[in-house]
């Protein structure tokens, strides 16, 4: 089975720096396009950013590729969001998942873990 395990949040100020990390396991990471997402309180899950397989091929969300990078390492089933310049606006549960191409959002995946927590405040 897919299981995803999310770390690294936190709380930090404007400004401020964090490395989210997403452990993977239950399908054949090293051939899988991941994506992060992230869900603001009251607000729908939205697509972050995506990766291919071999993490030559990056997508990001308009706003965001000027202080987020993606890269995963497939010989540890592990994908890494570095987030820089942190905003409050940045402030949601950040999940990870394989990326389907056809379900930009995720609106269908069905093994979502427990994501973890990004709060920007001062």
């Known amino acids: 089975e897919v299981r995803l395990e999310e770390s690294g949040g936190g709380l930090v100020q404007p400004g401020g720096s964090l490395r989210l990390s997403c452990a993977a396991s239950?399908?054949?990471?090293?051939?899988?396009?991941m994506a992060w997402f992230r869900q603001a309180p009251g607000k729908e899950r939205l697509f972050v950013v995506s990766?291919?397989?071999?993490?030559?091929?990056?997508y990001y969300e308009n706003s965001l590729k000027e202080r987020f990078t993606i890269s995963r390492d497939n010989a540890k089933n592990l994908l890494y969001l570095q987030m820089n310049n942190l905003k409050p606006e940045d402030t949601a549960v950040y999940y990870c998942?394989?990326?389907?191409?056809?379900?930009?959002?995720?609106?269908?995946?069905?093994?979502w873990g427990l994501g973890t927590q990004v709060t920007v405040s001062s």
């Open positions: 998942a394989p990326y389907d191409e056809y379900d930009y959002h995720g609106d269908d995946f069905g093994s």
């Open positions: 990766i291919d397989s071999n993490g030559e091929t990056t």
């Open positions: 239950g399908f054949t990471f090293s051939t899988t396009p």
